[in-house]
């Protein structure tokens, strides 16, 4: 069966730094993009960023560049969302997924349960 799971979410002050995890088993990470989400309470869920099967990367959201990071250890069949210089707005649920297709502009297929990031002063 596939299955995501986050890991690494927590308390942390402005401008600190979290590093998500995202484990995957059940297929073969390989072949997939991965995409992570995050959703605010009271706010619709939104996209983060996405690295394709061939590692390329899309940001989904501007308010995130230049701060946050993903990458992927298909060995390990792990993907990682590296965030920088955390900024109170960045509170929320995240969420990692497993497209259809190969590509960032593919449908949204599997998902993680979510890991709570709350940032604070």
């Known amino acids: 069966q596939v299955q995501l799971v986050e890991s690494g979410g927590g308390l942390v002050q402005l401008g600190g730094s979290l590093r998500l995890s995202c484990a995957a088993s059940?297929?073969?990470?390989?072949?997939?993009?991965i995409g992570w989400f995050r959703q605010a309470p009271g706010k619709e869920r939104e996209g983060v960023l996405c690295?394709?099967?061939?590692?390329?990367?899309?940001y989904y959201t501007d308010s995130v560049k230049g701060r946050f990071t993903i990458s992927r250890d298909n060995a390990k069949k792990e993907v990682y969302l590296q965030m920088n210089s955390l900024k109170a707005e960045d509170t929320a649920v995240y969420y990692c997924?497993?497209?259809?297709?190969?590509?960032?502009?593919?449908?949204?297929?599997?998902w993680g349960q979510g890991t709570q990031v709350t940032v604070s002063s």
């Open positions: 059940g297929f073969t990470l390989d072949w997939y993009a």
């Open positions: 690295i394709s099967s061939s590692s390329g990367t899309r």
């Open positions: 997924a497993t497209t259809v297709g190969s590509s960032c502009e593919a449908t949204y297929d599997y």
